[in-house]
């Protein structure tokens, strides 16, 4: 799995994040005492990153308005930053006006049927595919499959957009969704020796090891695709999880509740022995009045969820407890993917992405 290194001991504070209390309320003696054993890796995954900056480089070669087909990335915050900048986001091509067919239109990490890039060429639109590769190479799996003769069993969560784009990359009646053990007990397919699968790539990995086991006990010669389907950040992000939840009072998921890979989190953290774990999408969700006694918080985001809104609840905790942090590491991550040759000539500047990074 990329990324994968090498387990920092969970307990070291970091010298720069040993936070102090805030002293502006002039009374340090009454604060509790509170450990935030922060996640890393957490937060945005190479694919939003990626899928972020080519909204934001869009409107700066473009202007604006940019159409963005469907959320982005499934964060309210970080599509309200780029609506503010220009986007305009829409859920099918047919609502960009007549007027507007200049304009550029584009698709969100989680990919599209092959229909949708088809229509946008009928409606003459120019647009910028910015489905992350690593569900592109889900879909190049999926299609190898049925070249093969294989009919194809997709695990992942119906209804999910990227389901729908992966479903949409073979012809009506090629893929078979199969969301749970008890669905891959049941199942039925054309021919069960001739089968491939593919998985979502923002799964639990363990709940889809269970699913794979299901399917390889009722299906024999069953084939895999050819690389791991589930993506190294949704990988990373349990595995962090998973070292930083025993024995937290609460642990707090950075994320929205459409976002898959940040549920999977928090499911994670509760069967790893927090006592209670929570989705939440800003500070101001956090249920401040029924914390009870909190002496070990967890804290991680999704892949989808900006480091900003991280900040932001740390400093709200600091603001109620006296804080430190400890990071819980598991893994470097160092993906970094290409940007598409239409947006290599505009300049990207931290001031572009503060809104979501933080800083200027
Ligand atoms: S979660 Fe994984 S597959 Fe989804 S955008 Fe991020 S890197 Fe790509």
Excluded at 112 to 134: E, G, I, K, M
């Amino acid at each position: 799995m990329a990324g994968a290194q090498a387990a920092v001991p969970l307990t070291a504070p970091l010298g720069g994040l040993h936070l102090r209390p805030m002293t502006d309320a002039g009374d340090m003696t009454s604060r509790d005492d509170l450990t935030i054993r922060l996640c890393g890796p957490r937060g945005f995954c190479a694919g939003v990153d990626r899928a972020i900056q080519i909204v934001v480089l869009a409107i700066k070669k473009y202007g604006a308005p940019v159409y963005v087909r469907h959320e982005i990335v499934h964060n309210r915050y970080v599509v309200e930053g780029l609506q503010e900048r220009g986007a305009v986001f829409i859920e099918e091509l047919s609502e960009i006006p007549d007027d507007h067919r200049d304009r550029p239109v584009v698709f969100s990490a989680h990919g599209v049927p092959q229909s949708v890039p088809a229509d946008a060429q009928a409606r003459n639109l120019f647009y910028l595919d910015a489905t992350c590769p690593l569900v592109s190479k889900v879909h190049k799996q999926a299609m190898r499959h049925q070249r093969l003769g294989r009919h194809v069993i997709l695990i992942g969560h119906a209804g999910h957009p990227e389901v729908i784009g992966t479903m949409g990359q073979l012809p009506e009646g090629a893929v078979t969704l199969v969301e749970t053990e008890e669905d891959a007990a049941c199942v039925i397919v054309p021919d069960e020796q001739e089968l491939g699968f593919v998985t979502q790539t923002t799964l639990s990995v363990d709940d889809t090891e269970g699913v794979i086991r299901a399917l390889e006990a009722r299906f024999p010669t069953i084939r895999a695709p050819a690389a791991e389907s589930i993506c190294y950040a949704t990988t990373n992000r349990q595995v962090a999880v998973k070292e930083a939840a025993p024995g937290t009072d609460l642990f707090l998921v950075v994320g929205a509740p459409n976002s898959s890979n940040s549920r999977r989190l928090v499911e994670v953290a509760e069967r790893a022995g927090a006592k209670r774990a929570l989705l939440v999408q800003r500070a101001s969700e956090i249920p401040w009045d029924e914390l009870g006694n909190l002496r070990t918080l967890g804290l991680s985001a999704g892949a989808s969820a900006p480091e900003i809104i991280v900040d932001e609840i740390i400093e709200a905790f600091r603001a109620r407890y006296d804080v430190t942090v400890e990071l819980a590491i598991t893994a470097e991550e160092t993906e970094n993917f290409p940007l598409m040759r239409d947006l290599r000539d505009v300049e990207l500047t931290r001031a572009d992405m503060a809104f979501v990074n933080g800083g200027a």
